[in-house]
């Protein structure tokens, strides 16, 4: 026998919200992939710039791996990487939160507003605190006359 869930949406929609979060990332990690491969590009150009100018290959290399190829590479990465793993991270997040949302459909919550449901809840206590406060003074009413 196998137990089934009522209130479950049959396909889920994906939000436009969490389409532009992916959107967002796509177009954030291809702009971190462009500046990667321009920024090597640069790097080659400049080492066949000073090679065509008479020094050593091998010394231009030394000097412009750190100063140049480096911190070329890892900036691209760092930046646009860790902006487009945001992106991705709370376009996730959202589709999450949403999936959750939508299990609360109008059957559970009903057509009544929090706030209605509570303004009832107190006014029925407040009723069935009068009753009670009516048969107590019926109850003191009858003993006080039958006192008498």
Known sequence: MDLKETNVPKKLKIPASS????????VVALIAVASLINNIMYFNNTVANYVAQGYPAAKVMEELIPAQLLPGIFEPIAVYG????????????????????????KDEVGNNTPEEKVFEENAIEENMGVTELAETVEEVNETTDNNK
Do not use: E
């Open 19 to 26: 389409i532009a979060l992916y959107i967002a990332f796509l």
């Open 82 to 105: 860790g902006i487009a793993f945001i992106l991705l991270g709370a376009g996730i997040i959202n589709y999450r939160f949403s999936k959750c949302l939508i299990l609360l459909t």
